[in-house]
């Protein structure tokens, strides 16, 4: 299964991802400290890796240079997500450099799966299949204190997507 690590500060923000990347059929860790991410960043296999730029503990940025120069990090492909508005010289310069993406807070949930998606499907060719989705999705059922409506209209809306990125392939 897929594997995708997000660091950021705001815990309610990584409960919702992941509720949501599960139901998409991946596997989601999440970190809130940049010392943390790194230690499941070199002891776990990560496929993609979201972070938060403006984080108190150490900037976005710091993190990934430290992720490039390591070789057994600097494949991980990852998506920057970020409250501040607008783009930036830097952040412009800085993503073409690596090529990887970026998210504007606030995001729909819709933006924030295609994108991950797209970006897992450019480097594993593939995307987590229906049998994935409908096993995360009774297992959150069991496990979550989410109700029955709002789970399926989650569960629906990921489905739609991953079937229409499927589609354009």
């Not at 924030?112 to 299949?129: D, G, N, Q, W």
């Not at 999705?137 to 989650?154: A, I, P, Q, V």
Request: net charge negative.
């Amino acid at each position: 299964m897929t594997r995708i690590l997000s660091l950021d500060d705001d815990p309610e923000l990584l409960q919702r991802f992941a509720v949501a990347l599960n139901l998409a059929g991946y596997e989601h860790l999440l970190a809130t400290q940049s010392k943390e991410a790194l230690s499941i960043l070199h002891n776990e296999r990560i496929d993609l890796f979201t972070q938060d730029l403006a984080r108190p503990d150490m900037p976005g940025w710091n993190l990934y240079e430290l992720m490039k120069a390591d070789d057994d990090l600097r494949s991980i492909p990852v998506l920057f997500l970020s409250g501040f508005g607008g783009w930036y010289g830097s952040h412009i310069e800085r993503l073409t450099e690596f090529g990887d993406d970026y998210l504007t807070k606030p995001f729909r949930l819709e933006e924030f799966l295609t994108v991950v998606t797209a970006m897992i499907k450019r480097r594993h060719k593939r995307i987590p299949s229906e049998e994935d989705r409908i096993t995360a999705y009774e297992r959150l059922k069991s496990d979550s204190n989410w109700k029955d409506k709002d789970l399926d209209d989650l569960y629906r809306r990921i489905s739609n997507i991953l079937n229409e990125l499927k589609a354009s392939a």
